[in-house]
């Protein structure tokens, strides 16, 4: 198995996962602020989107990519973390939006430096 076909199956696993994960939430499990909670999902979404086309397009590699998926799930696990007691409190969504905002600049830097997958 050459190092190509390794790191898309990797990175199949990791996009995968992190679309089963970003799923909404089931029915009946409305919690007290939907707009925090919705806000915050959409941008982990979008930047998950971010990530996947930064593959598509050659401007990530497998290692830069495994690192950002990393940091998502950590973002993905403070959001579920949160949303545990059924209410998103503003120090949570601020600390949640500064963890994203800090992942927006890694996306962005990663994705426009001079490494390219071949």
Known sequence: MNIRRLSASILGSLLLGASLFAQ??????????PKREQKMEKRAHHQQKRIAKGVASGEL?????????RQEG????????AEADGKIT?????????????????????????????
């Open 24 to 33: 909404a939430p089931a029915p009946g499990t409305q919690t007290v602020t």
């Open 61 to 69: 590699t497998p290692k830069e990519t495994v690192k950002l998926e």
């Open 74 to 81: 950590k973002i993905n696990r403070d959001i579920a973390k």
């Open 90 to 118: 503003k120090q949570e969504a601020g600390k949640i939006n500064k963890e994203q905002n800090r992942e927006s600049r890694r996306i962005k830097r990663e994705k426009h430096d001079a490494q390219t997958t071949k």
